[in-house]
């Protein structure tokens, strides 16, 4: 069935309730704002849209935080503008420019909500600028008038999200962990026996993936619903840091048991496969104490098995199947922890994230453009609603800058606000011009809004839906001193088209990096981190590492699944950075307390690991790594520091790491040789 026909002929409850809620909290703010006379009530209305998109209550109340918190430091920044340049109007809007530049920048570095409060101190920033250019005297009001609209509607969307059917942010995490446990569980199935492709493989893994950085990301908000929030938070990034270690161990278990499967005995390969069909069954298990059941068996089978008669490489198998299960174990703790914070005491530091500063300084000087083009078009014109158009210009040239594909959300707000055009008119302006009273008023301008909102409920049509409610409240703008002219509706129109037109010309024009040059620094991303992996303290070495590899393998999966099956090798890189970095913080916590010498030779090996990795990763061949692997063994062998049986799992460690490096290496030299004899032919 299409989408549009689910979502409007049998529309589930939570859509209805989405709708109901955020349709109820629009009413408030816009009764409230009218009987206090505000300027500007339907800035109200489209606060408590923005906030109520995410309903979850502490989602909520950190989005209105950001905002308000974003509104007043616009707010600020803008009347400091005007002090500034009250009689210069052109001095004034360079500056702006750069301030919205700057939230832009930093709204592309930042992450959810408060992504938002930056792009909310760009826009108050922008309003008060322009409207106070043509009533410098009335500065401050203006600038009052901007942060009680915004904070009325935060207000009132906190305060039905909080008393209407109220949903927690706890629910959602403890949704979404389930949902990354059990798609990891699938791809660890698909890995151990090597039974499906590698295309099943990349699915199970992005799958998992995209759920755990959401997971990461929207914990924040649960230290807004109660005291256990911080519990949950802790638990979050536990889940985080286990299951890419989980999928680190599971990449290079992989590479061992299919690649130089000659060399693994055949017990170790049945006692893989016993592990595959174990966490099969796991995942298919409901409840996290059976899970744990049958995970805690398959332990005790891994632990049993004998490990004297094993060489170096075999052993480092071994003990990777018992780093699986045991990874498995507290990811499972973590997901109990995120339900019931008070079961399980769970210790994790927050993660670091992938910033890409090249990225950020693009979209500021996108979005500083659309703004300079739009404002001299202003300037120009002397056009009353060009300031729609700059409002537009500046809100969603910053807002899809962060977006996967800012060009598509673009062209579905563009068809979204095209629907919006005769609905404004019929239901702002041919009927509500023959209404009397708030009911009546309120009866007709919702009727569009509901019908937005319940289509924006459906992740599949938000895009449309939720332009559609935006531009039914801007091209109406309702308030107390309402015109109903065909010309000021016409002067509206022309101005939400100039200004959205001039957003998707502008990710037209300047779309961003190419997917090679991301790529690319991608790479070089990872590279940098394993180089300076030994640079410092362990436990802020781990999360730094951690955090920014999730982010980095999500975008290197969306990566190859935009090339043809046979030229999908990027995801296999940033696999591979990740078991490289896990091994590498692995002999750094062995090796922490050696002897001066034995951390010197690490260090050694740890740099010519990450020379290693860069070298393979453009189809070059490593160099140097078991001639510093051999140097760190010497140091162990004179100097001491660690246990006989430590240094043989080093040994092996070392070994499955050259094996990698050079696989990897001449996967990308024969990926690029076709791509060299096409150029020379050409």
């Given amino acids: 069935m299409s989408p549009w026909l689910e979502t409007y002929l049998t529309p589930s409850k939570a859509s209805l309730q989405f709708a109901a809620k955020t349709t109820l909290a629009m009413l408030l703010a816009l009764y409230i704002a009218l009987w206090c006379d505000l300027d500007r009530p339907y800035w109200a209305l489209i606060s408590a849209a923005f906030l109520q998109i995410r309903p979850m209550s502490g989602m909520v109340v950190e989005k209105g935080i950001c905002q308000i918190g974003g509104t007043l430091i616009g707010a600020l920044v803008g009347i400091v503008i005007m002090a500034f340049f009250a009689q210069a109007r052109v001095p004034a809007l360079v500056v702006l420019t750069l301030w919205i530049m700057f939230c832009t920048y930093g709204s592309s570095l930042l992450r959810n909500n408060f992504s938002y409060g930056c792009i909310m101190g760009a826009v108050t920033a922008m309003l008060i600028v322009v409207i106070a250019a043509g009533q410098p005297g009335g500065l401050f009001d203006i600038a009052v008038a901007r942060l009680s609209e915004l904070g009325l509607g935060a207000l009132c969307a906190t305060l039905v999200s909080a008393l209407l059917w109220p949903t927690r942010v706890k629910d959602h995490l403890a949704n979404q962990a389930d949902e990354v446990i059990n798609h990891a569980f699938t791809h660890a199935g698909q890995r151990l026996d090597a039974g499906d492709g590698l295309d099943a493989m990349q699915q199970s893994l992005t799958a998992s993936l995209e759920p755990l950085t959401m997971l990461e990301t929207d914990s924040q908000a649960a230290r807004y619903e109660g005291p256990d929030g911080g519990g949950r938070i802790r638990a979050t990034h536990v889940l985080t840091r286990r299951t890419l270690r989980f999928f680190a161990t599971l990449g290079a278990l992989y590479q061992l048991l299919h690649d130089h499967r000659e060399r693994i005995s055949a017990p170790l390969h049945q006692l893989a496969n016993e592990i595959a069909d174990g966490f099969r069954n796991a995942e298919h298990v409901k409840g996290v104490p059976a899970a744990r059941r049958q995970l805690q068996d398959?332990?005790?089978?891994?632990?049993?098995?004998?490990?004297?008669?094993?060489?170096?490489?075999?052993?480092?198998?071994?003990?990777?199947?018992?780093?699986?299960?045991?990874?498995?174990?507290?990811?499972?703790?973590?997901?109990?922890?995120?339900?019931?914070?008070?079961?399980?005491?769970?210790?994790?530091?927050?993660?670091?994230?992938?910033?890409?500063?090249?990225?950020?300084?693009?979209?500021?000087?996108?979005?500083?453009?659309?703004?300079?083009?739009?404002?001299?078009?202003?300037?120009?014109?002397?056009?009353?609603?060009?300031?729609?158009?700059?409002?537009?210009?500046?809100?969603?040239?910053?807002?899809?800058?962060?977006?996967?594909?800012?060009?598509?959300?673009?062209?579905?707000?563009?068809?979204?606000?095209?629907?919006?055009?005769?609905?404004?008119?019929?239901?702002?302006?041919?009927?509500?011009?023959?209404?009397?009273?708030?009911?009546?008023?309120?009866?007709?301008?919702?009727?569009?809004?509901?019908?937005?909102?319940?289509?924006?409920?459906?992740?599949?049509?938000?895009?449309?839906?939720?332009?559609?409610?935006?531009?039914?409240?801007?091209?109406?703008?309702?308030?107390?001193?309402?015109?109903?002219?065909?010309?000021?509706?016409?002067?509206?129109?022309?101005?939400?088209?100039?200004?959205?037109?001039?957003?998707?010309?502008?990710?037209?024009?300047?779309?961003?990096?190419?997917?090679?040059?991301?790529?690319?620094?991608?790479?070089?991303?990872?590279?940098?981190?394993?180089?300076?992996?030994?640079?410092?303290?362990?436990?802020?070495?781990?999360?730094?590492?951690?955090?920014?590899?999730?982010?980095?393998?999500?975008?290197?999966?969306?990566?190859?699944?935009?090339?043809?099956?046979?030229?999908?090798?990027?995801?296999?890189?940033?696999?591979?950075?990740?078991?490289?970095?896990?091994?590498?913080?692995?002999?750094?916590?062995?090796?922490?307390?050696?002897?001066?010498?034995?951390?010197?030779?690490?260090?050694?090996?740890?740099?010519?690991?990450?020379?290693?990795?860069?070298?393979?990763?453009?189809?070059?061949?490593?160099?140097?790594?078991?001639?510093?692997?051999?140097?760190?063994?010497?140091?162990?062998?004179?100097?001491?520091?660690?246990?006989?049986?430590?240094?043989?799992?080093?040994?092996?460690?070392?070994?499955?790491?050259?094996?990698?490096?050079?696989?990897?290496?001449?996967?990308?030299?024969?990926?690029?040789?076709?791509?060299i004899s096409a150029t020379k032919s050409a």
């Fill in 298 to 675: 398959l332990r005790k089978r891994a632990h049993g098995y004998s490990d004297t008669q094993l060489d170096p490489l075999q052993r480092r198998v071994l003990l990777a199947l018992r780093e699986v299960l045991g990874h498995a174990m507290i990811m499972l703790d973590a997901r109990e922890a995120i339900a019931h914070p008070g079961r399980k005491q769970l210790r994790g530091g927050s993660l670091s994230w992938h910033r890409d500063h090249l990225v950020a300084l693009l979209n500021a000087g996108r979005a500083g453009l659309v703004f300079s083009c739009l404002a001299i078009f202003w300037l120009q014109t002397h056009w009353n609603n060009g300031q729609v158009a700059m409002l537009l210009g500046t809100l969603f040239s910053a807002f899809f800058a962060t977006r996967d594909n800012p060009v598509t959300i673009c062209m579905m707000f563009f068809k979204g606000m095209l629907a919006a055009l005769p609905s404004a008119f019929l239901f702002g302006h041919v009927l509500l011009s023959q209404a009397n009273g708030f009911p009546m008023l309120a009866m007709l301008f919702v009727t569009p809004l509901f019908l937005g909102l319940l289509g924006a409920s459906n992740p599949r049509l938000m895009g449309y839906c939720l332009a559609f409610t935006i531009f039914n409240i801007l091209l109406t703008m309702p308030g107390n001193g309402m015109e109903f002219s065909f010309d000021s509706f016409a002067n509206r129109a022309i101005a939400v088209i100039v200004g959205l037109s001039a957003v998707v010309m502008g990710f037209r024009l300047f779309p961003g990096l190419g997917t090679p040059i991301r790529r690319r620094r991608l790479i070089g991303a990872i590279s940098h981190d394993l180089r300076y992996i030994d640079q410092q303290p362990l436990h802020e070495a781990e999360s730094r590492f951690s955090g920014r590899m999730a982010d980095r393998l999500l975008q290197l999966a969306r990566h190859d699944d935009m090339l043809p099956e046979d030229h999908r090798h990027l995801f296999m890189i940033g696999l591979n950075g990740l078991d490289l970095g896990r091994s590498c913080l692995r002999l750094r916590h062995r090796l922490e307390d050696a002897p001066a010498p034995v951390r010197d030779a690490m260090q050694h090996l740890l740099a010519t690991l990450a020379d290693g990795f860069e070298d393979s990763a453009h189809g070059r061949s490593p160099q140097g790594i078991n001639q510093a692997g051999q140097a760190l063994d010497d140091a162990i062998a004179r100097h001491g520091g660690i246990e006989e049986d430590a240094r043989e799992l080093i040994e092996g460690l070392i070994e499955r790491l050259v094996l990698v490096l050079e696989r990897q290496a001449d996967v990308m030299a024969e990926r690029q040789t076709p791509a």
